[in-house]
């Protein structure tokens, strides 16, 4: 990141960028400034805009553009590497008028400071990467009135077995208030040997109406084989009184060891005439013993939805291509 | 096609991040798969020496570089990020076999003494097939060749070394063998020997690394010039 096209070797660096939008404001537009490509000047793009102001990476630059990388390491003590830009915490329900400072996070726990501009009393989730899974934490979060990074008021304290990873640890926060989050361990997890992973997401939950046959295609996403799996459909949400459609269950999904993809589509005949809420469980009796998580057991989509499932033909390449060559 | 450091982004940058963010969607770990196909049908394949190396470091789904592109430099580990995503979600053996066979053959490399090069230096850059420390045309281990249409990396900037770093990681946990991380003990204590103690802290400011390379706070050094240690001597 950070470099030229291929051909010049220059660097140009954020200061030499700053620096170059303090002395040069008026002198040059922001393209020609920003384009270390000597390209004629473009117009208004985002890329040259503020804040998502890329160019001075170069254009190549796509996820880990300057001005985006501090930002994310300090709300989520991300770091380079590993799968790059790896987050040790991420956050549910915040909406995006909030900031966060994570200053620590392992598995033996995490601090964050959170204040958030949304209005009223909300619960938010707080998504440790890092802890164990099976490990018991205790939670302790409250207000920071000192503006001194310690906790003044005890909004609540509790422990807690972190169930599984991407679980979200919920707390509730108001608005306008500086909040200090602290998560301690207890007793240490267990580790997690290897362990079969069948899993859906909504995307793969399908209806074809010409057979009244709602589908779901389920994958396995470890690298052991799942045998005898069960699979549920619902017409609702099951715990709140959705009526059991029926119950299939997959013999034999093998594991994706060759790194080619493995999932099997299953279905049920179910007619149906409107609009409908399709829950699709994986595994519904808990029967696994250990799964590498569980989370992606469960989906649900609103199939019959108008246009969402209307099957539309893929554009030809030919079409494709000329309508990059239109917009290059 | 084009460098690897630009190529790998959209996947490299991205996949893994999903595969955490999209935590329950199994689409994010199948196109990750397609990562470690790359890598163990396309983009790495056995040197002369037997050992598995990338091919290039110009990188795209369907094409390698050739001629002075055909080094394996430690960019080319960023187009792996996904792969190393999959193996940390499930464990995928085959990717853990292919990292392995890699690590090998970086170990190897950084073992070797060839022109002149100091025993566990990891060196920034090897040519495909032939193994020539420094790359393809390099004149020695720890300067690569730079002409026209090239992205070829020098030693001394240690520029994206950390991809590489990573990988041999999962090779270590992988197999438990300490050998996977004997060039990096090694290079440390290089560094700490010739007075380079790297902060635990966190990586140096760019100021600071600047300062460094061209070893300017160390007495005796020419600025700009190579410092002492970096140069190959036959007591390291």
Partial sequence: MGRCPIGTDREVTYSQTEAR??????????????????????????????????????????????GIIDPLFIYTRGSWGRPLLTATVTYENTTEDFAAATVTADPQGLRIYYYTLAPGRRTIGIVPWELEAGGTYRLVYGIDAGDDGKIDIITEQRDFVFPQHGSPVQIDVESRTNYVVEIDQLQRGELIGPAPDPGLSAQDTRYNPARNLPTARIYNVSFQPIRNIKIAFYDGFPSAGGKPIAVQQIPNIENPNDLEPRMVTVGVNYRLDQPTDIYVAIDPDDEINSEITALNNVAHKRLMDSGVNAKQPAPKPAKLLRKRGRRG | MADAEHTAEPIG?????????????????????????????????????????????????????AHDRMNDSWISYRAVSP???????????????????????????????????????????????????????????????????????????????????????????????????????????????????????????????????????????KSGSLPNWHRPRSNL
């Fill in chain 2, 13 to 65: 940058n991205t996949l893994g991040m999903m595969m955490q963010l999209g935590y329950d969607n199994p689409t994010w770990i199948e196109r990750s798969m397609k990562a470690g196909k790359l890598i163990r049908d396309f983009w790495t394949h056995y040197n002369d020496q037997n050992h598995r190396h990338s091919r290039s470091n110009f990188l795209s789904p369907t094409q390698v570089g």
């Fill in chain 2, 83 to 221: 792969a190393t995503a999959v193996f940390n979600y499930n464990g995928n053996p085959t990717i853990a076999k292919l990292y392995t066979e890699i690590v090998n053959g970086w170990v190897a490399t950084a073992m070797s003494t060839d022109g002149g090069k100091p025993k566990r230096v990891i060196p920034a850059q090897v040519s495909f097939p032939d193994s020539a420390l420094g790359g393809t045309n390099s004149p020695n281990w720890y300067t690569a060749s730079h002409p026209p249409g090239t992205v070829n990396y020098d030693w001394l900037r240690q520029q994206y070394k950390g991809y590489l770093l990573d990988i041999f990681f999962v090779a270590y946990n992988v197999t438990g063998d300490a050998k996977y991380l004997e060039p990096i003990r090694l290079e440390y204590e290089l560094a700490v020997k010739h007075g380079y103690i790297p902060d635990p802290v966190g990586p140096l400011k760019r100021s600071q690394r600047r300062g460094l390379s061209r070893s300017t706070h160390r007495p005796g050094a």
């Fill in chain 1, 21 to 66: 939008r303090t002395k040069g404001a008026s002198e040059e537009p922001l393209e020609q400034r920003a384009d270390c490509r000597k390209q004629k000047p473009r117009g208004r793009h985002l890329r040259t805009h503020w804040p998502i102001s890329t160019s001075e990476a170069g254009p190549t630059d796509h996820v880990g553009f300057i």
